[in-house]
């Protein structure tokens, strides 16, 4: 059985300890997060402290992108795997540490909303191979797709993860508020919203796309941008339709001679 | 048993052909299109030109619309509700007919994709009372969705459908054509694709948002931003970080003050 301590308790913290938990095949010693109280819970230590942290097979660290490598220094010398979750983050962060890796689902976490990890891809890479060999048997528990991926290609497949996650919701976002502004009821796109994502499991986002800008309809983006008030909206809504163009003007305009 | 010409056998055109003609209570009379050639189907004539188009309860325009105005024009007077199906074109361009009214399925077609209309919002408008009522009829026997909407908020409905369709579908197709160009898989997206539009079922787009833009984490943004080379997609990375970060400014910075 592989034993684990997980430092963090955000979004991703949360959701592997819930996960490893339900698995027989992996042992949760300790919860570490700065603002936990310290308590136990089935077993588990949930501590708020460094100062007593097990030896397990994998120490994971899931914390912000950003403070993983002060936190990997602030870590003692261990036997364990020490391991980030984090997609833009190097294994190179951890060269302080006998034993490495990566651990990085390739997923969206939010703390209110179940997860199946059996679907989720997991991205992982080893500082040696034997790391690897853990970090496989340990992916294999959760997930049915667990791939080998460098830190190069990671930081990559992480911008591609922002494009489709991030900026999506993002527009999500701006659409919800333009629909409140307006008095419309933002449920009305949701359909939409559903069938966009799953089009494109039958066919190319190249294939799925429609819309005024494929068209070079300038009346109906003229009419858009008339309703856009705001400077940045407006100027993503102008950005977006020079892009989309960009990988249509020759199949527009050959059409047209 | 309502009855329907239908102009136009382009992605709402032809759905809307296989929808109704499923139906029990509505009956296709014609379907025309410039690029038909001239049969008959099941009983439905299928023709190119515009000489015999048989009266019936309703006559709809699905062409592009940038186009519907002018082809309204080319029409002959008729007994028939006329109606265009276009998210952006107003009822006013269907002024020269007596009975006129707006059918606008609120979702993306394409050919090869199957619909389910039964949970695709409808949104109607009438010229009169007497047209409103039979394109609720119409509505119903294919969603149990329908909405009346005016020209005014139909054009702010669409505009809000181009952000999360037409433009999360271009997010995709650059994400599609970076991880090809990288020699990685694209499919390890779709989990995350799916989860992302799924999310905003249960919770909103502000709660579900993640990632460097609304954490401020300058480090990730600057290495995703470097592996950007092409002008318009480093812009749209940057322009999306500020919308981001408008959004969720007085979180980020009241938390640090």
Redesign the interface.
């Known amino acids: 059985m592989l034993s684990v301590v997980i430092f963090g308790y955000g ?1 991703v913290g949360f959701h592997l300890y819930k996960a490893f938990q339900k698995s027989k095949d992996v042992q949760v010693l300790q919860v570490y997060s700065p603002s936990l109280k310290e308590h136990f819970k089935k077993g588990i230590h949930f501590t708020n402290t460094l100062n007593h942290i097990p030896e397990a097979s994998l120490w994971i660290i899931a914390l ?3 403070v993983i490598a002060s936190f990997s220094g602030k870590l003692p010398k261990t036997e364990a795997i020490v391991v980030h979750t984090a997609g ?1 983050v190097s294994i190179q962060v951890l060269s302080n540490h006998k034993n490495k890796g990566v651990f990085y689902p ?5 703390k ?2 179940k997860v199946d990890f059996k ?3 997991i ?1 992982i890479e080893g500082g040696a191979k034997k790391d690897l060999k853990v970090l496989t048997s340990l992916s294999k528990v959760l997930s049915k ?1 667990v ?1 080998v991926i460098s830190s190069e ?1 990671r ?22 508020d ?2 409140d502004e ?1 008095a ?1 009821d ?1 449920n ?28 070079f ?4 983006l003229q ?2 941008t008339k ?2 008030t705001h400077t ?2 407006k ?2 809504y102008e ?2 339709t ?3 163009q ?2 249509f003007k020759t199949e527009h305009f050959g059409k047209k001679l």
Chains 1, 2 share one sequence.
């Open positions: 979004n912000p992108d950003d833009s390739l997923q969206s976490f939010s209110n909303k679907k989720i891809p991205c797709n791939v290609e930081l990559k497949i992480h911008l591609a993860a922002v494009w489709v996650n991030n900026f999506s919701n993002h527009l999500y976002h701006l659409a919800n333009f629909m307006n419309l933002f009305l796109l949701l359909p939409l919203i559903k069938e966009t994502s799953r089009k494109i499991e039958i066919m190319s986002p190249r294939t799925a796309q429609t819309g005024p800008a494929k068209r309809d300038e009346k109906t009419l858009h309703l856009l940045t909206h100027e993503l950005l977006f020079i892009s989309i960009e990988k």
